[in-house]
């Protein structure tokens, strides 16, 4: 009985312990995680719209038939003259969510998308969505000409949540945003 007492506290003292260092190092890790997010989030916008200045709006709560999401979305200005929209979405792959920035311009046309995230997808296969090959396909497409595009063989599904992604963002764009910028 003393035993199985002693074992016990051993290890609600360890655990303790390592609850506390791992505590310790999610505070310590958490601003430099953020801010490395941010940057990356940064870069990818430079990539959807070139040489523009970015700041981010109020995005009104958005979710669609395909569990797509919006979840921000950043004016474009190119020399301080508003030139449209970059959204960070996401959407269904076949390993998880996909995240991406997309650029739309003021007429609703895609200036290209940036994957920020498809590590849950297959190396090799799902994760191609990626590559420039394929996310070149969705630039200067809209709302109508989307569904135009080809699935990668044998990656259907990420490269339908990558299509469901930017067709989130072209719907919020036309549903909240077109004829603003006029």
Same mark, same amino acid.
């Given at each position: 009985?003393k035993?199985?007492? =002693?074992?016990?506290i051993?290890?609600?003292?360890? %655990?303790? @312990?390592?609850?506390t260092?791992?505590a310790?190092?999610? *505070?310590?890790?958490?601003?430099?995680i953020?801010?490395?997010d941010?940057?990356? %989030? /940064?870069?990818?916008?430079?990539v959807?719209?070139?040489n523009? /200045?970015f700041?981010?709006?109020?995005?009104? &709560?958005?979710? &669609?038939?395909?569990?797509?999401?919006v979840?921000? @979305?950043? *004016?474009?200005k190119?020399?301080?003259?508003?030139?449209?929209y970059?959204?960070?979405?996401a959407?269904?792959g076949?390993?998880?969510?996909? =995240?991406?920035?997309?650029?739309?311009?003021? =007429?609703g046309?895609? %200036?290209?998308?940036?994957?920020?995230d498809? *590590?849950?997808? %297959?190396?090799?296969?799902g994760?191609?969505?990626?590559e &420039? +090959?394929?996310? *070149?396909?969705?630039?200067?497409v809209? +709302? &109508?000409?989307? /569904?135009?595009?080809?699935?990668?063989?044998?990656?259907?599904?990420?490269?339908?949540?990558? +299509?469901?992604?930017?067709?989130?963002?072209?719907?919020?764009?036309?549903d909240?945003l077109?004829?603003?910028? =006029?």
């Amino acid at each position: 009985m003393k035993t199985i007492i =002693k074992n016990a506290i051993i290890l609600t003292l360890i %655990t303790l @312990v390592a609850g506390t260092a791992l505590a310790v190092v999610y *505070s310590i890790t958490k601003a430099p995680i953020e801010e490395a997010d941010k940057k990356a %989030t /940064q870069e990818a916008y430079s990539v959807v719209f070139a040489n523009a /200045q970015f700041e981010e709006l109020e995005v009104k &709560d958005y979710s &669609d038939k395909n569990n797509s999401t919006v979840s921000a @979305v950043s *004016s474009a200005k190119v020399n301080g003259k508003l030139a449209g929209y970059v959204f960070t979405c996401a959407s269904k792959g076949y390993g998880g969510d996909i =995240k991406l920035a997309v650029g739309i311009d003021l =007429k609703g046309s895609v %200036t290209g998308i940036s994957v920020l995230d498809a *590590s849950n997808e %297959t190396p090799g296969l799902g994760a191609r969505v990626a590559e &420039d +090959k394929f996310t *070149s396909k969705l630039k200067n497409v809209n +709302k &109508d000409t989307l /569904q135009d595009v080809d699935a990668i063989s044998g990656a259907t599904y990420s490269s339908n949540g990558v +299509k469901n992604a930017v067709f989130a963002s072209l719907k919020y764009f036309n549903d909240n945003l077109k004829g603003e910028g =006029k």
